[in-house]
C-alpha cells in the first residue's frame, strides 16, 4: 500500500470513528445539537428589551425558553419554560404581555410580564414563526411557516378569526409604529404562477406581504425580484422607510463559478416614502461577503441600520444619510456591485456564532445581540461600535461534537471570501426551494433541485445521482471542491459536521392527525402506495410500484432508478430514489425541480409510467395517493 | 270643498282599482364596454366587493376601482383568459375565480392558480364558485370539488360518491349550512353540511321538457345557476325557474310569470322572497308578488321597462337607459345599485330614488 493510500485510508477510519463516537454521544432528538452531559444548549435566537429597558428578554430555541435577564448587569432574573422550539417573540404595546410563538408543537404562549409566567398557551397553526399585536390590542397576527399564512387572532382568546394568504413560508412580521400596517415576508420563494415548462430555471420572486390592520386583510404584496430566503423586516419610527434582509442567490449560472461572485448576493431591500419604489442594495463588500443577513434594526433617529449577518458572525452597520443619498445619487442596480457597500456601510462588528435576532435600547445607544451557536448575548455600544460585553447565557460549559457540526453548519468562513455556508442554501438546516446548477459541466446541465435535510440519516448514498456513498463525502470533498473554493475542513470538523448533518431529525407531520391517524383519503392513498395489481388486475411489475422504490421507513430504497425524468441537459436519467419524509414541504419535485406540484410528477411528468404505474388512476385516486405522501 | 275631496278620493281608488303599476326600483344604468376599460365585451359574471367592482370577461379579469378599470390575464398567471365565475372571501378579501382553464386565487394583487394538472381539482372547466369559511366550492365540467384552503386538501364529488347522473355542474352555492349544486342535466344536487349527506332534486317530469306537473318539483333537469338565501333555494334553468323553501316547489315560467323568458342564465336571490333573473330576453327583478323587466326593447333596442303586476298587468314605465345588452350572464348588488354582465358589455344599475 502506498503512503499515500495509507494516509487516505486513514483520513477516511479517522472521520468514521470520530463521527461514531460523536453519534454515540448523540441521542436526543430535537431540532439542534446537545451537550455532551445531555443538557440542551440555549441557542438564543431573538431578543427583546421590556419598554423601560430595565430587562432583557431573550427567546431560547433549543431550551424552549424565554430567559429573563437584567439588562444593566445580566444577572438572570428568571427562566420560562414555553413550547418546544420557540422561534419568535413579541411585547404587546403596553408590555404586559410577551407572545411567544412555539414552532415545533404549534402553540402560543402569552407570558404575563409581571409575574414572568406562562398565562395562557394557545395553538395556533402550522409552525408558527413570528407574532405582532396590533396596536388596539384587538388582533395577534402569527406567521407560519408551513401553512404559508398570516393567522389573525383575537387577541384576548386566541381564537382564530381567519387566515391571510403571505408568501411560502411566511415567517417574521413587524407593525409599523403607527400601527396602521403589518408587514410579513417569508424565507421560500413563491411558487411561479404560470407554467412555461421553464419555471424550475427563473429566477425567484419572493414579497412583502402588506395588511391593513384595521381591516385585517392583504392590501399589497411589495414585489422582491430575484429573491429568495427573506427574513427580518424593521420600520423606522417615523414610518418613511423599511428595511429587510434577504438572500439574492444566483442559482441560474454554475455554484462552481463561487470565484466569481456565482453564488449569492446578501442584501437589504428598503421599501418607504424615503425611497419610492423599492431598492435593493447590496451589504457585501469587495473580498467579503456579509453572509446571511437575518436581523435587521433601525435606530429610533433614524441614523443607523443595523443587520445580522449568521453566517459571516457579524453586525453589519448603515449610515442611513450615506444610504439615501447614494442612492439618489446613482444609478441601480445596486445588487451585484460589490463596492457600493463602501458607501454607507461604516462598520462590520465582529461578534459571537450565528448572530441572529438584535433589538436596540429606546435611546438606540444600545445594541444586543443574540448569538445562537455559542449561547452568548452581544452588548454593543453605537456610539463606537463596539463590544462592550459578550453574556454567557446559563448552560453546557462543554461544545460538544454535534454542536461544532452545527457551528461548521452555519458559517460562511470555509469558503471563499466568506460567501456561503451550508445554511446559505439549507435555511434553518432544511432547504430553500431553489434548483441549483451546481457541477462544473457546463451552463445549464444538471439542474437539481435542493432537498431538504431532515431525517436524512442512514439514507445513503447521496446526491440526486447517487454518487457520494456517505455524508462525509456528500460534506466534504464535494463542498470543498466545488462550493467552498477554499479552505478545506480538517477530520475532525468533518466528522462534526456529519455528526450534525446526520442527526436532524424530521419536524412532526402536520397532514396527520392527532394522535397520528390517517384519515380516510390517506388510507385509500397508502393501499394505492402499495398495490402491486393495476385497476384492470394487471399485476404491476415491482420497478412500477410506488412501495418498490420508496420503501421503508424513509420511503427510499436507496437504490437508483431511471423513471423517465431525463432531460435532454442531464448527464444522466438513472436517480437515487428520494425520501419522502416530509415531502409535502419541499416543493418543487422530481431531480430538477420540474413538478411544481406532487400532482405534476404524475399528471406532468409520467406519461409512460415508468415513475409509477398510476395512468390507471382517477383524479380522485390521484388525490388519495397525493393526500397519503402527504402524511409521510 | 267637500266636493273636490270626494273627487279625489274616487280618483285615487280608481287608480287603485284600475291597476296602477306597483313600485319596482328604476335604475340609471351606465355601461362599460372596451371602450372605456374593458378587457372584452363578453362579461360572464360580476362580483361587486365594497367599492371594487369585479368582471371576469373573456378576455382577461378586471377590476374597477377609483374610476379606472385594470386587467389580470394569463400572464400575470391566471388560469385562463376567460373568466366564468366569481366568488369573494369575505374574510379575507381574497376573489376566486373559475375560468376555462382552472381556478385562481386573487390575494392582495397576487394570483394563485389550480388546474386539473397542478392540483386536485377535477377539471380546468370551472363554471362555478363559492366561498363558505374556509371551504371554496367549485363546479367543474368533470363534478364539483371543495378545496380547503387552511389543510390544501381536495375533496371530488361525482357520479361514485354522490347521486349525480351526470357530473357537468354548472354552478355552485355554499353556505354554511347547505350547499347546492346545478348540474347541467341531472337537476340540483344538496349537501347537507351537518350530515355530510347528498340529496337529489329533478324535474318530475323527467327529461321531458314539457311541464307536466308544474310545482311539483325542480322545473327542469338542466339547472345554470342556484342561489340559496335565507334557507331559500332559488334555481335557474333554460326551461324556467324553481324557489325552493325546503317543502314545496314554486316555479316560474313565461307564460304564467313576468320572467321575460325561460332560458335563464343566472338567478340571484335578494332574499327569500325576492330574486334577479337573467335571461336571454333581458334582465327580471322578482319581489314576490310582481315583475320588473329592464332591457333594449326586442323591438326597436330603445331603454325598456315594464311591470307586471300579481294580477299580470303590464305596464311601462319611461327610462332612458338599459342593460347593455338583452342577454344577461351575471348580477351582483352594491346597496341598492345592481351590476350587471351581458354579452356586449357590463352596466351598472344606479338606484333611482
Known amino acids: 500500500m502506498s503512503s499515500r493510500l495509507q494516509n487516505a485510508v486513514g483520513a477516511v477510519l479517522a472521520i468514521m470513528a470520530a463521527a461514531s463516537i460523536a453519534v454515540a454521544l448523540w441521542s436526543d432528538h430535537t431540532a439542534r445539537a446537545a451537550s455532551d452531559d445531555g443538557e440542551n444548549y440555549a441557542s438564543p435566537l431573538e431578543v427583546l428589551l421590556s419598554p423601560d429597558g430595565a430587562r432583557l428578554y431573550v427567546l431560547c430555541e433549543q431550551s424552549d425558553e424565554v430567559r429573563v435577564l437584567n439588562a444593566a448587569s445580566y444577572a438572570s432574573i428568571k427562566n420560562i419554560s414555553v413550547g418546544r422550539a420557540p422561534r419568535g417573540f413579541s411585547l404587546s404595546p403596553d408590555g404586559k404581555r410577551l407572545f411567544v410563538t412555539n414552532s415545533w408543537d404549534d402553540t402560543l404562549s402569552v407570558i404575563d410580564t409581571a409575574k414572568l409566567s406562562v398565562a395562557a398557551t394557545w395553538p395556533v397553526s402550522a409552525e408558527p414563526s413570528s407574532v405582532v399585536e396590533d396596536r388596539a390590542g384587538r388582533r395577534l397576527y402569527v406567521a407560519n411557516r408551513i401553512s404559508?399564512?398570516?393567522?389573525?387572532?383575537?387577541?384576548?382568546?386566541?381564537?382564530?378569526?381567519?387566515?391571510?394568504?403571505?408568501?411560502?413560508?411566511?415567517?417574521?412580521?413587524?407593525?409599523?409604529?403607527?400601527?396602521?400596517?403589518?408587514?410579513?415576508?417569508?424565507?421560500?420563494?413563491?411558487p411561479s404562477p404560470v407554467r412555461t415548462g421553464l419555471e424550475n430555471r427563473m429566477a425567484p420572486e419572493s414579497?412583502?406581504?402588506?395588511?391593513?390592520?384595521?381591516r385585517a386583510v392583504v392590501v399589497e404584496r411589495i414585489p422582491l425580484h430575484s429573491i429568495a430566503g427573506v427574513f427580518h423586516v424593521a420600520i423606522s419610527g417615523d414610518g418613511r422607510l423599511?428595511?429587510?434582509a434577504e438572500y439574492h442567490p444566483k442559482n441560474l449560472v454554475p455554484l462552481a463559478h463561487l470565484e466569481h461572485g456565482g453564488a449569492f448576493a446578501y442584501t437589504l431591500t428598503l421599501f418607504g416614502a424615503d425611497v419610492g419604489k423599492t431598492v435593493e442594495v447590496s451589504l457585501d463588500e469587495l473580498e467579503r461577503y456579509a453572509s446571511q443577513p437575518f436581523g435587521v434594526a433601525i435606530a429610533p433617529d433614524k441614523s443607523r441600520i443595523y443587520v445580522t449577518c449568521g453566517g459571516s458572525e457579524i453586525v453589519t452597520v448603515l449610515d442611513v444619510v450615506r444610504l439615501l443619498r447614494f442612492i439618489r445619487g446613482h444609478k441601480g442596480p445596486f445588487t451585484r456591485d460589490l463596492s457600493a457597500s463602501a458607501n454607507y456601510v461604516v462598520a462590520r462588528i465582529p461578534v459571537g456564532h450565528n448572530p441572529r435576532g438584535l433589538t436596540l435600547s429606546r435611546d438606540g445607544r444600545r445594541l444586543f445581540v443574540a448569538n445562537r451557536l455559542d449561547d452568548t448575548i452581544s452588548a454593543i455600544d453605537t456610539?463606537?461600535?463596539?463590544?462592550?460585553?459578550?453574556?454567557?447565557?446559563?448552560?453546557?460549559t462543554t461544545v460538544s461534537a454535534p454542536r461544532r457540526g452545527e457551528q461548521t453548519f452555519y458559517t460562511a468562513r470555509y469558503s471563499f471570501q466568506g460567501q456561503i455556508g451550508c445554511s446559505s442554501c439549507h435555511i434553518d438546516s432544511t432547504f430553500d426551494g431553489l434548483t441549483w446548477d451546481?457541477?462544473?459541466?457546463?451552463?445549464?446541465?444538471?439542474?437539481?433541485?435542493?432537498?431538504?435535510?431532515?431525517d436524512i440519516k442512514d439514507t445513503e448514498p447521496y446526491k440526486w445521482n447517487g454518487g457520494n456513498p456517505d455524508i462525509p463525502t456528500e460534506c466534504g470533498p464535494r463542498t470543498e471542491k466545488y462550493f467552498w473554493r477554499s479552505e478545506t475542513y480538517d477530520n475532525l470538523t468533518l466528522a462534526n459536521l456529519a455528526v450534525y448533518v446526520r442527526s436532524l431529525p424530521p419536524r412532526p407531520n402536520r397532514w396527520l392527525q392527532a394522535g397520528g391517524e390517517s384519515t380516510p383519503a390517506q388510507e385509500r392513498g397508502k393501499a394505492i402506495f402499495e398495490r402491486d395489481v393495476d385497476k384492470f388486475k394487471k399485476p404491476i411489475p415491482e420497478l412500477n410500484r410506488c412501495s418498490y422504490c420508496h420503501s421503508g421507513p424513509k420511503g427510499t430504497s436507496q437504490k437508483l432508478f431511471d423513471v423517465g425524468t431525463r432531460k435532454p441537459t442531464d448527464n444522466t436519467g438513472v436517480l437515487k430514489a428520494p425520501m419522502l419524509t416530509n415531502i409535502a414541504l419541499t416543493a418543487p419535485y422530481l431531480h430538477d425541480g420540474s413538478a411544481r406540484t406532487l400532482e405534476e410528477i404524475w399528471t406532468v411528468f409520467n406519461p409512460d409510467d415508468k415513475h409509477g404505474r398510476t395512468n390507471d388512476l382517477t383524479k380522485d385516486e390521484l388525490n388519495d395517493l397525493i393526500e397519503y405522501l402527504r402524511s409521510r | 270643498m267637500k266636493k273636490l275631496y270626494a273627487i279625489a278620493l274616487l280618483l285615487a281608488a280608481g287608480t287603485l282599482a284600475f291597476g296602477a303599476p306597483p313600485k319596482m326600483p328604476v335604475f340609471r344604468f351606465e355601461n362599460f364596454t372596451t371602450a372605456n376599460g374593458l378587457p372584452d365585451n363578453h362579461v360572464f359574471t360580476v362580483l361587486v366587493d365594497g367599492d371594487r367592482v369585479w368582471a371576469g370577461t373573456e378576455n382577461g379579469l378586471a377590476v374597477y376601482e377609483n374610476h379606472a378599470w385594470k386587467s389580470y390575464?394569463?400572464?400575470?398567471?391566471?388560469?385562463?383568459?376567460?373568466?366564468?365565475?366569481?366568488?369573494?372571501?369575505?374574510?379575507?378579501?381574497?376573489?376566486?375565480?373559475?375560468t376555462m382553464g382552472g381556478l385562481s386565487r386573487v390575494s392582495g394583487g397576487r394570483i394563485e392558480s389550480y388546474t386539473q394538472l397542478n392540483s386536485g381539482l377535477s377539471n380546468d372547466v370551472v363554471y362555478g364558485v363559492s366561498v363558505e369559511g374556509e371551504n371554496v366550492w367549485v363546479a367543474t365540467a368533470a363534478g364539483g370539488c371543495r378545496l380547503n384552503v387552511?389543510?390544501?386538501?381536495?375533496?371530488?364529488?361525482?357520479?361514485?360518491?354522490?347521486?349525480?347522473?351526470?357530473?357537468?355542474t354548472y354552478a355552485v352555492s355554499a353556505t354554511p349550512t347547505k350547499v347546492y349544486y346545478g348540474v347541467w342535466g341531472s337537476g340540483v344536487l344538496e349537501f347537507d353540511q351537518k350530515t355530510g349527506r347528498w340529496d337529489r332534486y329533478d324535474d318530475p317530469d323527467g327529461e321531458n321538457e314539457m311541464v307536466l306537473f308544474k310545482d311539483q318539483g325542480l322545473i327542469h333537469e338542466i339547472v345554470t345557476s342556484v342561489s340559496y338565501v335565507d334557507n331559500i333555494l332559488w334555481a335557474a334553468t333554460y326551461f324556467g325557474d324553481s324557489r325552493y323553501d325546503g317543502r314545496y316547489w314554486h316555479n316560474f315560467l313565461a307564460k304564467d310569470s313576468g320572467l321575460p323568458s325561460n332560458f335563464t342564465n343566472v338567478v340571484k336571490g335578494v332574499d327569500g322572497k325576492r330574486a334577479w333573473f337573467g335571461t336571454d330576453k333581458g334582465l327580471a327583478f322578482y319581489d314576490g308578488e310582481n315583475w320588473a323587466v329592464y332591457r333594449p326593447s326586442l323591438a326597436d333596442g330603445k331603454p325598456e321597462m315594464t311591470v307586471r303586476d300579481a294580477a299580470g298587468k303590464i305596464t311601462s314605465v319611461a327610462v332612458a337607459?338599459?342593460?347593455?345588452?338583452?342577454?344577461?350572464?351575471?348580477?351582483?348588488?352594491?346597496?341598492?345599485?345592481?351590476?350587471?354582465?351581458?354579452?356586449?358589455?357590463?352596466?351598472?344599475g344606479i338606484h333611482q330614488p
Open chain 2, 150 to 168: 387552511r389543510t390544501g386538501q381536495w375533496s371530488l364529488y361525482n357520479e361514485r360518491n354522490t347521486p349525480m347522473a351526470e357530473i357537468w
Open chain 1, 207 to 214: 414579497e412583502i406581504t402588506e395588511i391593513d390592520a384595521a
Open chain 1, 242 to 244: 423599511g428595511a429587510v
Open chain 1, 148 to 190: 404559508n399564512d398570516i393567522a389573525v387572532l383575537d387577541a384576548a382568546t386566541g381564537v382564530e378569526e381567519k387566515r391571510l394568504l403571505a408568501g411560502r413560508g411566511a415567517s417574521y412580521l413587524a407593525i409599523s409604529p403607527d400601527g396602521s400596517r403589518i408587514y410579513a415576508t417569508h424565507i421560500y420563494p413563491n
Open chain 2, 73 to 98: 390575464t394569463a400572464a400575470d398567471g391566471l388560469a385562463h383568459r376567460a373568466v366564468l365565475a366569481l366568488a369573494l372571501d369575505k374574510r379575507t378579501g381574497d376573489v376566486w375565480a373559475g
Open chain 1, 383 to 396: 456610539k463606537t461600535n463596539l463590544v462592550t460585553a459578550t453574556v454567557k447565557l446559563a448552560g453546557p
Open chain 1, 438 to 454: 451546481l457541477e462544473p459541466d457546463g451552463f445549464g446541465r444538471d439542474i437539481v433541485d435542493n432537498k431538504m435535510l431532515e
Open chain 2, 321 to 348: 337607459t338599459a342593460p347593455a345588452h338583452n342577454y344577461i350572464l351575471g348580477i351582483d348588488f352594491q346597496g341598492r345599485d345592481i351590476w350587471v354582465a351581458t354579452a356586449k358589455g357590463l352596466s351598472h
